[in-house]
């Protein structure tokens, strides 16, 4: 669906009119965002499930539709499969859908305080949302004891304060919640490694909070990498070197034979006669990275390097078999990379690949009627009264329940439901 912008009437012409716009819009945008939150709570009453022994009754008369927790205890289930056509609508992942579904209803039903000045739209939706992301594992009375002591100010407080309000409505009201926050606190170490946000130079992000011990061996380890680096002639900057030290130490572990690096290089005939861009795609990661950077990793004496030519896609291979062969699949997991449900991106090699027409169907075993689909929208086709059709190879047509309209293909998702009262006529 696409929304029609209309101009203002007439434009500022000095500085002060261009701040007193800004303000208004600011308030209008404001506006639609906490009506936007209140939305998705009256959707989440309309498909809610009010205890597990309904979610579970649910489940028997829906082959797979039951209730789940989107917010904290005492809060009502919601209907897993209403969440996807929610999230459709508004432009978002399934996963990200339910988490702002899940702050709409730990607002409602959890925080009533601060519920009161969204609908009042007094407080910006994304500071109610923020609060709530946190409030949600504690019990309900401390939830209460931080919204009776949250409300008030939430418009103009930080982060740091609601921790801290946070950190004393757990230590009155849930001691032992406590008391295993403080034992497990070294849960919250972790190392990042973003491999999927690769830059076109073929470099990775990457970062972590580690035990302060493990912290000083590893800069110690690094630092002295980085320097024998620099003895053996290494002109790079110390900062270069550092993040080559590490890549040595990954490489140098006991046992370690070298790495095996898989690539899938997507190549057209320009880039075989040498005519072309000079860019490969990583299936990995879906990102472009140069030709140039391949050779390089090629020549890497430490890479076991696997080169796998991609299948011309174009070919029209089939099988009257209901069960899908790896060289079948792999044409379609190629060919689409990632879940072909509105807005999903979960990378397609671990997907189902499901017949669009159904095999009992008469529903051929080829790419043209194959589409590779995660294990949650897959139950959504099949049980959750979404439909969708191939108009031409990696290219799909979806509508949901409500018979909103949805064309994926290999670009992204593009809203294409028509007016409602257009849709009502037809």
């Known amino acids: 669906m696409t929304a029609t912008l209309t101009a203002p009437d007439t434009r500022p012409e000095t500085p002060a009119e261009v701040l007193a716009a800004v303000r208004a819009e600011k308030q209008v945008a404001q506006a639609a965002e906490c009506r936007l939150l209140e939305l998705a709570a009256d959707w989440?009453?309309?498909?809610?499930?009010?205890?597990?022994?309904?979610?579970?009754?649910?489940?028997a008369a829906g082959f797979g539709d039951t209730g789940i927790a989107v917010a904290g205890p005492g809060a009502p289930l919601v209907a897993e499969f209403s969440v996807a056509e929610f999230a459709a609508a508004v432009g978002l992942p399934t996963d990200v859908g339910a988490a702002?579904?899940?702050?709409?209803?730990?607002?409602?039903?959890?925080?009533?305080?601060l519920w009161g000045r969204v609908q009042r739209c007094e407080l910006p939706a994304w500071r109610a949302r923020r609060i709530a992301r946190q409030t949600m594992a504690l019990s309900p009375d401390a939830a209460a004891y931080v919204d009776r002591h949250i409300t008030h100010v939430a418009h103009k407080i930080g982060p740091v304060t609601t921790d801290r309000l946070i950190d004393e409505a757990i230590a009155r009201?849930?001691?032992?919640?406590?008391?295993?926050?403080?034992?497990?606190?070294?849960?919250?170490?972790?190392?990042?490694?973003?491999?999927?946000?690769?830059?076109?130079?073929?470099?990775?992000?990457?970062?972590?909070e580690l035990d302060l011990r493990d912290a000083l061996d590893l800069e110690d380890a690094v630092a002295a990498g980085a320097q024998r680096l620099k003895e053996a002639g290494c002109e790079e900057s110390l900062d270069v070197r550092r993040s080559m030290a590490l890549g040595d130490l990954a490489r140098n572990q006991t046992g370690r034979t070298g790495q095996q690096l898989v690539l899938y290089v997507h190549l057209g005939e320009q880039e075989l006669t040498g005519d072309g861009a000079g860019i490969a795609r990583l299936e990995n990661t879906d990102t472009i990275i140069t030709t140039e950077q391949v050779r390089e990793w090629t020549r890497n004496p430490d890479l076991?390097?696997?080169?796998?030519?991609?299948?011309?896609?174009?070919?029209?291979?089939?099988?009257?078999?209901?069960?899908?062969?790896?060289?079948?699949?792999?044409?379609?997991?190629?060919?689409?990379g990632h879940c072909v449900f509105p807005w999903c991106t979960r990378p397609a090699r671990p997907c189902d690949c499901d017949h669009v027409v159904p095999w009992g169907d008469d529903g051929p075993t080829c790419p043209c009627n194959l589409a590779p689909l995660c294990r949650r929208h897959h139950r959504l086709k099949t049980h959750g009264g979404w439909r969708y059709t191939q108009l031409e190879p990696g290219t799909f047509l979806w509508t949901s329940p409500h018979r909103h309209s949805y064309l994926v293909d290999h670009e992204g998702t593009l809203d294409v439901t028509r007016d409602p009262a257009h849709r009502r006529r037809a």
Do not use: N
């Open 44 to 59: 989440a009453a309309m498909h809610s499930t009010a205890s597990i022994d309904d979610a579970a009754t649910r489940w």
């Open 173 to 208: 009201h849930d001691p032992e919640v406590a008391e295993r926050k403080r034992q497990e606190a070294a849960d919250r170490r972790h190392f990042v490694i973003d491999s999927r946000r690769v830059s076109f130079d073929g470099t990775s992000r990457c970062w972590g």
């Open 100 to 113: 702002y579904i899940g702050e709409a209803v730990e607002l409602r039903h959890r925080l009533a305080g």
């Open 304 to 336: 076991a390097v696997v080169v796998k030519p991609v299948i011309d896609l174009a070919d029209h291979v089939r099988t009257d078999a209901y069960e899908v062969p790896d060289r079948i699949a792999e044409r379609v997991r190629l060919r689409d």
